[in-house]
């Protein structure tokens, strides 16, 4: 697993980075099949933006005393410029929160690097990427 976090702005560590905007997130990749990131087969990418119930009631808007639970999930809106060092032609997919991949998603290359945006809209958080 490789990643970070960021308020805005880009963070790369290893061989990865992202691009973050719209809103705070914490963005990582974990292999799925025990390989390092730039060999895995299959990976894990989570674009992680602040996820709250929707009515949640704070004591102060340090938020760190809950007073009240909201109902549901409300991701906060996010994008992500993704890239990771990897020599292998992958598929990128968006996936719901029960893993299933529900839309393929275009991938560039550029010097050695996969590229892809990932965003919050509708709820996505979680990314698949595969071989071919």
Request: one cysteine or more; hydrophobic letters at 40%; aromatic letters at 10%.
């Given at each position: 697993?490789?990643?970070?976090?960021?308020?805005?702005?880009?963070?790369?560590?290893?061989?990865?980075?992202?691009?973050?905007?719209?809103?705070?997130?914490?963005?990582?990749?974990?292999?799925?099949?025990?390989?390092?990131?730039?060999?895995?087969?299959?990976?894990?990418?989570?674009?992680?933006?602040?996820?709250?119930?929707?009515?949640?009631?704070?004591?102060?808007?340090?938020?760190?005393?809950?007073?009240?639970?909201?109902?549901?999930?409300?991701?906060?809106?996010?994008?992500?410029?993704?890239?990771?060092?990897?020599?292998g032609d992958l598929t990128a997919w968006a996936l719901d929160t029960t893993g299933r991949r529900v839309k393929e998603l275009p991938v560039r290359r550029k010097d050695g690097?996969?590229?892809?945006?990932?965003?919050?809209?509708?709820?996505?958080?979680?990314?698949?990427?595969?071989?071919?």
């Open positions: 697993t490789c990643g970070g976090f960021v308020e805005s702005g880009r963070f790369k560590t290893g061989g990865f980075a992202a691009d973050v905007s719209g809103a705070p997130a914490a963005v990582w990749a974990s292999s799925l099949d025990g390989n390092q990131l730039s060999e895995s087969r299959r990976l894990l990418v989570v674009h992680l933006t602040d996820v709250q119930g929707e009515g949640n009631v704070y004591a102060d808007a340090m938020r760190q005393i809950l007073l009240k639970w909201g109902k549901g999930c409300l991701v906060e809106k996010g994008t992500a410029k993704v890239a990771l060092v990897h020599p690097w996969v590229l892809f945006d990932c965003s919050t809209e509708g709820g996505t958080i979680y990314y698949e990427l595969a071989s071919r």
